[in-house]
């Protein structure tokens, strides 16, 4: 065998094992984006962190496992790697509204709200029937004092989804921050029958209630949150200052409150 020949053969081999790679690469990315997963949604995040790296050393432009990546640095206060991996995602698979909805939540939580808005904004556009996205960008709304446009956000997310118990006290919140504190009351409710161990709803209506100068009743709504929910101070700490206002309520009962 002459010198070409061997160089020719040596050629043919190296293009032969560089397709084997490129065939066995995706199947290894699809076994680690499995364990990957696994690992994510039993909590084990370490783990999950370490699968999806290890994606990202086959393909490093790999969208799930930069989307994934970026939600673990969220919720582990790495904002803004956050942001970049989701951002990276986002550059690979730009029409996919789930990696616009976290990266606004991301933003959101940073404080930038007006990238938050873009983004959650191209989520609907995306996929206009999410309404975890429609309340989402009310939130936001609410929070640059846009209340009158949150609200109506909130009135989208509940019209697709008549059971969201979030969006009908998040509508509730928009609506007693305008002053429409008949129909404020209206949204808490019905989130609570939706969810009658819905704390913070108990505790929205009771703030509404007192509003009203219905101490009695907002007292009681303050006692429910309280109960549902023995951490929500805020529920605790007006339980307290509503009771003073009853006249039912026996100085006793009110001290033994405060103790609690």
């Known amino acids: 065998m002459n010198r070409a020949e061997r160089r020719r053969q040596a050629k043919q081999k190296k293009k032969q094992k560089t397709a084997a790679s490129v065939t066995q690469a995706p199947a290894d990315v699809l076994e680690l984006l499995k364990l990957a997963i696994e690992a994510h949604q039993a909590g084990r995040m370490d783990e999950a962190e370490r699968l999806y790296r290890q994606i990202l050393d086959i393909d490093p432009g790999h969208s799930n496992a930069n989307h994934f990546l970026g939600v673990i640095a969220h919720h582990t206060g790495r904002g803004k790697e956050a942001v970049q991996r989701i951002a990276k995602a986002i550059k690979r698979e730009p029409a996919n509204s789930s990696f616009h909805f976290d990266l606004g939540n ?28 429609h309340t989402n960008l009310g939130l936001v709304l609410d ?6 446009d949150a609200a109506e956000c909130h009135r989208e997310a509940i019209r697709l989804k008549p059971d969201y118990a979030q969006g009908h006290d998040n509508l509730g919140c928009s609506l007693q921050e305008l002053g429409h504190l008949t129909d404020a009351v209206a949204s808490y409710r019905e989130a609570i029958r939706l969810e009658p161990d ?14 009203m100068g219905m101490a009695a009743d907002a007292t009681h709504c303050f006692k429910i949150a309280s109960d549902r929910d023995p951490g929500h101070i805020r529920a605790f700490g007006n ?4 009771q003073q206002y009853v006249p039912s309520v026996p100085p006793a009962r009110f001290i033994e409150t405060a103790r609690l």
């Open 143 to 148: 929070l640059q004092g846009r209340t009158e």
């Open 239 to 242: 339980l307290l200052l509503t």
């Open 198 to 211: 819905f704390a913070n709803a108990h505790y929205n209506l009771g703030t509404a209630l007192h509003e």
């Open 106 to 133: 991301v933003l959101k939580a940073l404080g930038r709200l007006d990238d938050a808005i873009k983004n959650l904004r191209e989520a609907i556009r995306l996929s206009p029937d999410i309404a975890e996205a």
